[in-house]
DNA sequence: ACTAACCTTTACGTGAACGGTAAGGTTGTG
DNA sequence: CACAACCTTACCGTTCACGTAAAGGTTAGT
């Protein structure tokens, strides 16, 4: 039970992962194929396998990535290069990746997850930072919403203008 | 006072604003002054004034603008467009500024402030859903460092690697 | 009045992030 | 085996958001 779980025996068992291809992929996410392949260009991703004519062959971790990939891009607005950063070198990746499956000291596998823990944290101080920047605005915008809904209230009680401290009309 | 209202009489009364040469605005914001420039040109903002030989001079209200301008760029990520759009049409709300500086009709102004008003409201709106996302997006980071660690836990605790769910190193 | 340090407009150049198309190879279905 | 519908690489085009001169005019200090 211990010294027969062999990583490459997946291929048999199981119902042999649903390769996607880079069509149905940009569909599932929305993206262009041409986006995706720009992305591998610069080093983003890259497909789990090739077919034997050479068709890019995804599998449901490609696919996660890319989900990933564009939520960094769309909703936390970073660049390209700053997602290849927050990523980091997918190539060192596939190959700890490799490494992990055909490996079986507990001490490498640590490493390797340690590593995995530190991106990961990486990236979620990154967002937060984000996160508070842009709450800071919120904060800003709401107060100059409260400014002029002051200046309505004065409106309405008939009073002056008030000498209005520096920042209206937005 | 109205037929004459020169925009450089300002200089008689008050403390004589402390108008801004666009270098000036541009350092203390950390952009370039080609930047302000390029973002007058898409109609973002327009300096209070010109000076007689036609340099642009700023006022505390547009170094505001700009400032705000900045973080819907760098903060929230959105793109000139969308924040031309958020801002909206900058003639018209100059119109208004001069509409509302001019008049003592309560109702004219009760509508110009309910105008910015709204405006205001669909920015913050903006800023909300933008922090909604971004907020998804670290909880899902945050589950996959959960993941990490646990899968970290079992390997201290001699455990077998589990059968991973799906979505492993990050 | 001279001069350095600003400013003006105009215009072409550039990197990022793709879009589009050409010229050809692959897959899967009849 | 034909054939439509996919895929491949390669390369040129485009939009956005500026950078970078060029050719002058303005301001402020001496």
Redesign the interface.
Known sequence: M?HL?DPATQTANAVAAPFLRIQEVAAALGLTTRTIRYYEELGLLEPAGRSGGDYRQYD??DV??LR?IK??R?????SLAEIGQL?EDEEA?TR??DR?RTTSD?AE??G???D??A???R??AS??E??G??????A???E??QH??D??AD?DA?RE?APHT?????
Chains 1, 2 share one sequence.
């Open positions: 211990s779980d449901a971790d996660e990535r990933f939520g960094l769309d909703d936390a607005g970073f990523l990746r700890n990746r992990f507990t596998r640590r390797i997850i340690d995995a823990l991106r990961v944290e990236q979620i967002l937060r984000k996160e920047r842009l709450t800071a605005m919120i800003e915008a709401e100059r919403r002029l809904t200046h309505l409106l008939g203008p520096h920042g209206r009309g937005q």
